[in-house]
Each structure stands twice: as C-alpha cells, then as structure tokens.
Nanobody
Framework: VQLQASGGGLVQPGGSLRLSCAAS????????IAWFRQAPGREREAISC????????YYANSVRGRFTVSRDSAKNTAYLQMNSLKPEDTATYYC????????????????????WGQGTLVTVSS
C-alpha cells in the first residue's frame, strides 16, 4: 500500500486549499482514511477521518466546520478541503490508511493506521 499526499502550499489567512491522498495497492474505500498534521515543535495530531463503512466523518475540534474530508473511488483518492485557514493550521499534513485492527473509537490514534503518506507542507501566512 502506498499513499501519496499532495496539494500543500502557501496560502493567506482566510484562504483555502485542497489536499489529495492518492492510493495504490489499496482501494480507497477499503479502509478508513485519516488526516494528521504536525506543526514544528509539536506532536502529530489527528484532524479528520472518513470511515470505510457508510463514509462517516470525524473531525478534531480545531478544524470542525472549516475542513471537510471526502473520497472519490473512481480516482482512488481521498481529499481534505480546508477553508478559512488560520496561521495555526501551518503544519505538514499526512494521510494514513487504517490497520486491520482499526476501530472508529480510536480514529485519532496513530497506532490505528498501518500506511502513511509522505506529508505535504501547508503554510498559512500573509
């Protein structure tokens, strides 16, 4: 399984970006897909997850209402639409696919994921 994250860049506060997570060796619908981020000097944190069943979506409080997770099975790609970006959203963003022992109650735990993308940098600055 390989995940390729892309779409990061420099954006002004209040702007938008859409991150993509292209999967190979895995159907994008087969696993839960999560997005994590890591800011400089901080621990990696989970920000969103879309489940493999019924496409239930979960968000961290810090991004709820501003970010939207989705996926397109035809393109085998998951997305993270980020709106109303703030300087504190600056981080490297990672996508991850769930392990065999994944449970939705632990969607925010890094140990729930078996495969990770390489990360894409998002910088929110004027």
């Amino acid at each position: 399984v390989q995940l390729q994250a892309s779409g990061g860049g420099l954006v002004q506060p209040g702007g938008s970006l859409r991150l993509s997570c292209a999967a190979s060796g895995l159907g994008i619908n087969e696993r839960a897909i999560a997005w994590f981020r890591q800011a400089p000097g901080r621990e990696r944190e989970a920000i969103s997850c879309i489940s493999s069943e019924r496409d239930n979506k979960y968000y961290a409080n810090s991004v709820r209402g501003r970010f939207t997770v989705s996926r397109d099975s035809a393109k085998n790609t998951a997305y993270l639409q980020m709106n109303s970006l703030k300087p504190e959203d600056t981080a490297t963003y990672y996508c991850a696919s769930s392990s065999d022992r994944f449970t939705i109650w632990r969607w925010a735990s890094e140990s729930s994921y078996a495969s990770w993308g390489q990360g894409t940098l998002v910088t929110v600055s004027s």
